[in-house]
């Protein structure tokens, strides 16, 4: 049977769901600190397509389409919850589940981090597993997609004094509520006298940084990069001007004594650490200026004092929330410097959670400089990343976890409910801890705690940090809890779902029958992008510790740095080869051949194999090309959606579209196919294919992606593939050859023109401008592009200009191209435009040295083409509209300077046969 991914999918409503409301999965993947998000829209999407049917009849298909479509475009809590209750469209999607999958359908992710895929199956009432090799990932997903479903109604009230709120249906609210509020007393209690309250309140946090010891006088500094802590702010009808607030340091080099002054306005010095440049601080990186004799230290030298273990925090800066909620800077009174010291020291009398110590001792792993930046500074083990007193902290904040979790379990409580109020009393510790490291930046203009993950999934280091206090401000517990609370709400008013089963084990074995599900549906790691249980680990070393009373098997691990095992994780570890780590390319090659392979197995015969899969890097896609082939996974469709931002930019391999596949099981006894054969049923297929995207209104550029299914679908009935020469040809070839049908039947002529006479160079530069006219897109957009026109990166750098943020087509005036009768048409065009300023006799001579003739009907059809498809106020659009206004005085101007020179040619030849003569 033909499923419904296999012929369509709502590539449209998936991309505008992706970005806002109920589904981009804002909400569900604020619940828990993982690293990849799969947008709601698309894991339903997934899933239904994967499930449903592709009728025979036209009108049974319009009406599937529509009730998807119907599901997916509910923008609002209400609407989603009405449409999971009782519309029309979810009767018909859940009549046609029923006849197409009698005995129920069965839902399999094997890679399903905190279980969005699993939990949007349960939502539509099928069964569905989920999988995850990472113990940490395993809890997230069943505060997802398992535990806010189950019924625990039955169970004995909490024992301690209600905070929350049993409402009708919301008992798991309630008490999740109630047991948070607890820990949060007791937590407070517990380092109030750490914490010291000044003017009566509790501070909103304090300013730290780093010391080293002058290479040149001796004296210890701090290193500060930022002496802002308030920008100004003018005045209006409620509130006065605001001069902000800033500091320095105060340096007394006879004592070596220095403090923080914070003062109004503008910052008054320079930082001690400050960018490099063409100054006397030149060098690689930021260095390091001690403020008692201005020496200047390399970044290269202040990183090995860091690393050989010379550091040493101060603290620097206090903040307080003003009564109109201002933040309001002050140096530290000598009660709370006190405190300081007090806190290093209960932290080593701080009681071990069982085997584990308070402060956590694992040792980070060898290869980790890029993913925990701070092992560069000496730092050896997980507690390292924190300051004795924020170690204290969360020790405390584990302790109460424990320690209530106790009295539920005494107070007769079933140990599953109290592992899940426990695991979101963990889930609001693990959003603290993300501002409660060193790498914890103050930034100024947002007035808030940073988060350690700037850097995609590297935790960050730095010299200068901001720690949290106990006051009720942003990243309080009172304020974590209130999140979590409102957040598990938001997930259960989306409707009932059938609860998830979400386990801990590898893709590579998974512990199934053969032919056992419906579906598998999944989002695999891709590559490199994501080092999963090292960028976790912090968190997974302090989840053992608060979640010891409640499920003490968390903490078991074969790893012997007592971190999460890493022997068969499926990535490639960046900054690993160095250190020898095994997570290399050959390893991810083998191990994510070996979970397509075992997907394959468990899926029924007539089910399919769905994969959300995206990257920038062709080398990346054709090997996870390679991988499904040899797993015996044939595709057999793709669809692609805009489903991400593009995090840190457009010119990077991050991904902004990711691509839905779907699979089939390969048939066995595959023959041998010949390229000539293949690429004439490819293109004959796509070309067919294309009527069906064009009636589903699918984009230009979502036809490329979608050309793959086809393509991969005929190649994968067969072996291998050779050419004429008996060479086997790679998958990406066909790909390829898909894509350009794609573009040669969506352009087929330009003007009146045949596509097909038109040199390649030519061709992808209409292709561009028809895809992307002068937008900045993202550069792997332009790899993409070179390999279905078989031209290179460095051929096309001329038509396509690169920075930072990604790349777009070139303006003439960007251009210097030299033009001769070997020049495209593309390149002629662009030199026109260039030389219109110098008027007709300027373009004509363009056209002289193209060896063209002034009604060249490629060149001028070309123009025409560019100037449809460019905004009006395009300055080449410009220049063509009007090098077609005096088209005819450029004909004569071509024509005119074509017979000059045709005589000065002859004149010059005669000249030669005389001198050789004489």
Not at 179 to 200: C, Q, T, W
Not at 292 to 314: I, Q
Not at 735 to 764: C, G, M, W
Request: glycine residues 8%.
């Amino acid at each position: 049977m033909t499923r419904m991914i296999e012929r369509w999918f709502p590539c449209t409503e998936v991309s505008d769901a992706s970005m806002v409301g109920w589904g981009s999965g804002n909400t569900e993947s604020s619940l828990w600190v993982w690293f990849a998000k799969r947008p709601t829209a698309q894991a339903k999407a997934a899933v239904l397509t994967s499930l449903l049917p592709w009728p025979e009849d036209k009108a049974e298909q319009r009406k599937l389409q529509d009730a998807v479509r119907e599901v997916l475009t509910a923008n609002t809590p209400a609407r989603v919850r009405a449409a999971n209750m009782m519309g029309g469209a979810v009767s018909t999607i859940r009549a046609a589940l029923q006849a197409t999958h009698p005995e129920g359908a069965r839902v399999l992710d094997p890679f399903s981090g905190r279980a969005m895929i699993p939990l949007e199956a349960g939502r539509l009432g099928v069964h569905a597993e989920g999988i995850d090799y990472s113990p940490f990932a395993v809890l997230g997903g069943s505060l997802l997609a398992d535990i806010p479903f189950q019924n625990w109604t039955d169970e004995p009230p909490l024992p301690f004094r209600s905070g929350g709120q049993d409402q009708a249906g919301g008992r798991l609210e309630g008490d999740v509520e109630t047991f948070l509020n607890e820990v949060g007393r007791r937590f407070i209690e517990s380092m109030a006298d750490f914490y010291p309250k000044h003017s009566g309140a509790y501070p909103w946090g304090y300013l730290w940084a780093s010391t080293l010891p002058c290479q040149e006088c001796g004296h210890r500094f701090p290193l500060v990069g930022e002496l802002r802590l308030r920008l100004p702010r003018s005045a209006t009808r409620t509130r006065p001007e605001d001069p902000g607030q800033s500091f320095f340091i105060d340096a007394d080099p006879s004592t070596g004594d220095f403090r923080a002054v914070v003062h109004e306005g503008e910052p008054k010095g320079t930082p001690t650490r400050v960018f490099t440049g063409r100054s006397k601080y030149a060098s690689a990186g930021r260095v390091a200026v001690c403020p008692f004799c201005e020496h200047v230290h390399s970044k290269a030298v202040h990183t090995r004092l860091s690393a050989e273990g010379l550091r040493h925090d101060v603290l620097l800066v206090a903040a307080d929330i003003a009564e109109d909620g201002t933040k309001v800077f002050r140096e530290p009174t000598e009660q709370e410097r006190e405190a300081v010291q007090r806190a290093e020291q209960a932290l080593t009398k701080e009681p071990t959670f069982g085997p584990l110590s308070a402060r956590p001792d694992e040792r980070i792993p060898a290869g980790n400089t890029w993913i925990i930046q701070s092992v560069n500074y000496g730092d050896e083990t997980y507690g390292d990343l924190l300051t004795p007193r924020q170690n204290l902290t969360l020790a405390s904040l584990a302790r109460a976890i424990n320690d209530a979790a106790q009295e539920c379990l005494e107070a007769s409580l079933a140990p599953a409910y109290v592992r899940a109020l426990s695991g979101f009393a963990t889930a609001a510790m693990m959003r603290k801890i993300r501002r409660s490291t060193r790498g914890s930046r103050l930034e100024v203009a947002a007035q808030k705690v940073g988060d350690v993950f700037v850097a995609q999934a590297a935790i960050l280091h730095s010299y200068d940090w901001f720690e949290s206090g106990l006051s009720e401000g942003p990243g309080s517990w009172a304020s974590l809890a209130k999140k979590t609370v409102s957040t598990l709400q938001n997930v259960r008013k989306r409707g009932a779902a059938r609860p998830a089963e979400i386990h801990r084990g590898s893709a590579t074995m998974l512990p199934h029958r053969d032919r056992s599900f419906s579906a598998v549906v999944t989002d695999p790691p891709y590559d490199d992008m994501i080092n999963y249980s090292d960028s976790s680990d912090l968190f997974y070393v302090w989840a053992k510790r608060s979640m010891f009373t409640a499920d003490s098997s968390l903490a078991m691990t074969m790893h012997p740095d007592g971190v999460q095992e890493k022997d068969e994780e499926i990535v490639v570890k960046r900054g690993g080869s160095q250190a020898g780590d095994h997570r290399t390319l050959a390893h991810y090659d083998t191990m994510i051949c070996r979970a397509y392979r075992e997907m394959r197995r468990v899926v029924a015969e007539d089910g399919v194999v769905t994969i959300v899969f995206g990257h920038g890097d062709v080398e990346v896609w054709e090997r996870m090309l390679r991988a499904l082939h040899e797993a015996g996974l044939v595709i057999t469709a793709s669809w692609p959606a805009k489903t991400e931002a593009g995090g840190a930019g457009a010119g990077a391999l991050n991904i902004v579209t990711t691509v839905t596949m779907a699979c089939r099981p390969a048939k066995p006894d595959r023959g041998r196919g010949d390229l000539m054969a293949v690429e004439s049923r490819i293109k004959e297929t796509i070309r067919d294919r294309m009527r069906l995207w064009e009636s589903s209104d699918l984009a230009r550029d979502d036809m490329m992606m979608a050309a793959v299914g086809p393509a991969m679908e005929i190649a994968g009935q067969y072996e291998s593939i050779s050419d004429n020469t008996g060479k086997p040809v790679e998958l990406l070839t066909l790909l390829a050859t898909a894509q350009k049908a794609v573009q040669e039947v969506a352009l087929n002529r330009i003007d009146s023109v045949p596509l097909e006479l038109f040199d390649e160079r030519t061709k992808f530069a209409l292709w561009w401008i028809d895809l992307h006219q002068r937008r900045q897109v993202a550069k792997s957009e332009l790899r993409w592009q070179g390999l279905r026109s078989g031209l290179s990166l460095a051929e096309l750098k001329t038509l396509v200009k690169q920075d930072k943020k990604g790349c777009r087509f070139v303006l003439s005036s960007q251009v210097s191209p030299v033009i001769d009768d070997k020049s495209a048409v593309i390149d002629i065009a662009l030199a026109m435009a260039k030389a219109w300023k110098g008027g007709a006799d300027d373009v004509a001579e363009v056209l002289v040295a193209a060896g063209r003739e002034g009604d060249d009907e490629q060149l001028w059809a070309t123009i025409m083409f560019l100037i449809e498809k460019l905004p009006e106020a395009d300055p080449d659009a410009l220049a063509w509209t009007a090098l077609v206004r005096v088209r005819r005085p450029i004909e004569s101007a071509t024509h005119s300077a074509h017979e000059t020179r045709t005589a000065e040619s002859r004149h010059t030849q005669r000249e030669d046969m005389q001198s050789r003569l004489f």
